[in-house]
């Protein structure tokens, strides 16, 4: 079984510019979790999409947004760049939004804001 | 909302000494417990979670931890580490009804051959 893609893997934008990052959880799987990785702030939980709701929001702006697709793919956008959303995006996808299934992480998509 | 600490940044350890990372929690209901670990250049891959019953949990790779409720801990233990084993590693804890996961600020672990 495939795991969790991330696309792409690596983006240089500049303050201001907007950033769509994808996520494809391993088939069959239909809760999708994003989180944002940060030497200084470590993991931070973003939000979780399941069966194309949101079920759960972190601690974020309103510049972070989600969305979820019928086949259970997931978009995260963020708009207007500050320097400070230079991170790793960890995208994580399992069976349900069961707390109890475990989660599958992707290998991350690094995010340069210049 | 639930919070993690790890206590320690960084650790190092020859091989076949024993580990044990420490890790409180805070929140006042029912949680759920996981360790992470980050090997370099990978993923990050569960080690080990606690939902309920028996608080002594076994991993994989040997690693095993305890949920003192008392003490909001989730302490990561292994008897003898591998240079294999030289990895990052995250406590993690969620509410017991969401997926909403807070992690710790994570320990890296050296092991020296």
């Known amino acids: 079984k495939a795991g969790v893609t991330q696309t792409p893997r690596y983006l240089i934008k500049t303050r201001g510019q907007q950033v769509t990052l994808s996520c494809s959880p391993i088939?069959?799987?239909?809760?999708v979790s994003w989180y944002q990785q940060t030497p200084g702030q470590g993991l931070q939980f973003l939000f979780e999409?399941?069966?194309?709701?949101?079920?759960n929001k972190g601690n974020f702006p309103g510049r972070f947004s989600g969305r979820q697709f019928s086949n259970s793919r997931s978009e995260m956008n963020v708009s207007t760049l500050e320097l400070g959303d230079s991170a790793l995006y960890l995208c994580?996808?399992?069976?349900?939004?069961?707390?109890?299934?475990?989660?599958?992480f992707g290998p991350g998509t690094r995010l340069t804001v210049l | 909302a639930q919070s993690v600490s790890q206590h320690n940044h960084h650790v190092i350890l020859s091989e076949a000494a024993s580990l044990e990372l420490g890790c409180n929690y805070s929140?006042?209901?029912?949680?759920?417990l996981f360790w992470y670990v980050q090997y370099p250049g990978q993923h990050l891959q569960l080690l080990l979670k606690?939902?309920?019953?028996?608080?002594l949990v076994k991993g994989i790779k040997g690693f095993e931890a305890e949920f003192i409720k008392s003490k909001f801990s989730f302490n990561l233990r292994k008897p003898s580490v591998q240079w294999s084993d030289t990895a990052e590693y995250f406590c993690?804890?969620?509410?017991?009804?969401?997926?909403?996961?807070?992690f710790g600020a994570g320990t890296r672990l050296t092991v020296k051959p």
């Open positions: 994580a996808s399992s069976s349900t939004s069961n707390p109890s299934d475990t989660q599958y």
């Open positions: 088939s069959g799987h239909r809760s």
């Open positions: 999409y399941f069966s194309e709701t949101q079920r």
């Open positions: 929140y006042g209901g029912t949680v759920n």
């Open positions: 606690y939902f309920s019953g028996d608080p």
């Open positions: 993690a804890v969620s509410a017991r009804d969401n997926n909403d996961m807070r």
